[in-house]
């Protein structure tokens, strides 16, 4: 038997109401989701760039202090040559000053130059010349000279001058015993 | 007075309510913190950053006056790392002398960084002058050599002849490396 002269509407659970409901809600949701999963992200890329950061400032670290001790090692290898260099210019200046000392009327014969001191062998036409040319000279560079003569075959005489300069210790010590 | 709500509205309003929850549950318990904890590490990042181009401006600052020290002191460094050579050193310093014997080389001195080998000489020649000349070539050498004393100069004739002893450095890059010892040369 028939009712309604309407053919009945077919019911759903999702009404407009809900459908539009459920769209809201899902875009707010998504947009949530969305951002926690940037903020996680971003999360991790900042402890994954900090644990480069500690990787890449130990390696600088590394280098700083091998390159500081390849820059102490150069400057000491510099300090060094210069101090050789300079020795063995000092030394051509000291050897020239010694032949600049001798007069022409002495003849030298031999030479030993010795870290504190100086021996010299030659002849000497007298022992004046010898005394006011080479001696006087040699007097105010040493601290202690010596000198023995005999003589040569043609009259003239063979010397040797032995000199000193006494180190900075050798004169406190002598201080101190004369005291 | 009567309100009257359909079943269907309740649903509704129930399902709204459940989802409003949610969603500031979600906010409050999960994604505040998580900002908060991000703001934390992007500022630990920018200091980290910062102190890294710290890190590197002074590393650039060092290995520029590295290299700097290397141009200036190559010669230096190239001579302290040269093996001594007595028939090179011979060949170079020929010119200076009539006649020139090396001994053997013998190691004085052996500390952390250098390494001292001496070599005594004996030598023929014509003037003061040539060797005054040889101290001045010495230090241009290849190697690292001082001139030690005692030094001998005795007259033979026209000649003088002269013995003398130098002194040679390395650098001692590595404690385990012996440099080799050179047999008694004569030219």
């Not at chain 2, 991000?38 to 630990?44: A, D, G, S």
């Not at chain 2, 001579?79 to 090396?102: E, G």
């Not at chain 2, 001994?103 to 005594?120: G, H, K, R």
Request: hydrophobic letters at 40%; aromatic letters at 14%.
């Amino acid at each position: 038997m028939k009712y309604s002269y309407i053919t009945p509407r077919r019911k759903s659970a999702f009404t407009t109401e809900v459908q539009l409901l459920v769209i809201f809600f899902s875009i707010t949701l998504v947009m949530l989701f969305i951002t926690y999963l940037f903020l996680l992200f971003k999360d991790y890329n900042f402890l994954s760039d900090m644990d480069d950061i500690v990787v890449v400032q130990s390696e600088l670290n590394i280098n700083i202090k091998d390159m500081k001790e390849q820059i102490t090692f150069i400057e000491k290898e510099n300090l060094l040559a210069q101090k050789v260099y300079t020795q063995n210019t000092v030394l051509k200046d000291s050897i020239a000053n010694l032949f600049d000392l001798v007069p022409q009327r002495i003849t030298l014969s031999e030479a030993k130059l010795l870290e504190n001191g100086l021996v010299l062998y030659g002849v000497t036409p007298n022992k004046d010349v010898y005394n006011f040319m080479l001696q006087a000279p040699l007097r105010s560079i040493f601290h202690r000279t010596y000198s023995s003569f005999h003589p040569a075959e043609n009259g003239w005489l063979h010397f040797v001058s032995t000199n000193y300069i006494d180190e900075e210790i050798n004169l406190s010590e002598g201080v101190y015993n004369e005291n | 007075m009567k309100i009257s709500v359909s079943r269907q509205h309740i649903y509704l309003l129930s399902i709204l309510i459940f989802l409003l929850i949610f969603v500031l549950i979600f906010s409050f318990a999960v994604l505040i913190p998580e900002g908060k904890e991000y703001r934390k590490n992007r500022v630990e990042f920018q200091k980290e950053s910062k102190e890294l181009r710290r890190y590197q401006n002074f590393h650039n600052e060092v290995e520029a006056r590295l290299k700097e020290l290397q141009g200036e002191n190559r010669h230096i460094i190239t001579a302290f790392d040269a093996t001594f050579d007595p028939y090179r050193f011979q060949k170079q310093h020929r010119n200076y002398f009539s006649s020139l014997r090396l001994s053997q080389l013998t190691q004085v001195s052996d500390d952390d960084e250098f390494i001292a080998y001496e070599v005594n000489t004996t030598s023929e020649i014509s003037s003061p002058k040539s060797f005054y000349d040889f101290l001045d070539a010495v230090n241009k050498s290849d190697w690292i050599i001082s001139i030690e004393f005692p030094i001998n100069f005795k007259r033979d004739g026209e000649m003088i002849k002269s013995s003398f002893t130098m002194k040679v450095f390395y650098a001692n890059s590595d404690k385990n490396t012996t440099k080799p010892l050179v047999n008694e040369v004569t030219e």
